[in-house]
């Protein structure tokens, strides 16, 4: 079996109260130090109003090895992969400013999978910059660009869920 190229380094637990209502992107990334995009990300995203979504856990895995979306997308699958834009200003937001948490702050990007408005799937990169001192997200297409991301950049997904099985009933004792 080959080693996974991926590794758990932390979990952001994203609660409902934070993500339970819409979001306009405009107001949201104003919170965020110096936050700066692409035209891509402007374009795309920048009048995105996001729909109300329910609390979730996001794993934060490190790349082992260096690493296209597409075999970040074959190794987890979109549907563990996708996010959405209010889970990833979540994360972001709780670093606002540079400062230590679970996400990549000084140097090394930040990977999110999010959907568009037509479902079209982008991988976003996040990375502060410590010259600007702020955040800058740039989105790529995922089937029109190969992107390909450096060992030691984190990813974040949907962290995965463990079912229990129901033990059966006991019977009624008569």
């Avoid at 934060?60 to 190794?75: D, Y």
């Avoid at 502060?128 to 390909?148: H, I, K, M, S, T």
């Amino acid at each position: 079996m080959p080693k996974s190229f991926l590794k758990r380094v932390g979990t952001i637990i994203v609660p409902e109260d934070e993500v339970c209502d819409e979001l306009d992107v405009k107001d949201f990334t104003g919170e965020i130090a110096n936050f700066s995009c692409n035209d891509e990300f402007e374009k795309v995203f920048g009048k995105t109003v996001q729909p109300p979504t329910d609390s979730t856990h996001l794993a934060v895995e490190r790349l082992e090895a260096n690493a296209c979306n597409k075999r970040i997308l074959e190794a987890v699958g979109e549907i563990r992969a996708e996010i959405n834009l209010q889970m990833a200003l979540y994360a972001i937001g709780r670093q606002s400013e540079g400062q230590d948490g679970e996400l990549l702050v000084h140097g090394g990007a930040n990977i999110f999978f999010i959907a568009d408005d037509r479902g079209k799937l982008w991988s976003i990169c996040a990375f502060f910059d410590l010259d600007q001192n702020g955040w800058v997200f740039d989105a790529y297409l995922v089937n029109d660009d190969p992107e390909c991301w450096p060992e030691g950049s984190y990813v974040l997904l949907r962290a995965r869920t463990i079912v229990f099985p129901q033990s059966p009933s006991a019977p009624a004792s008569s």
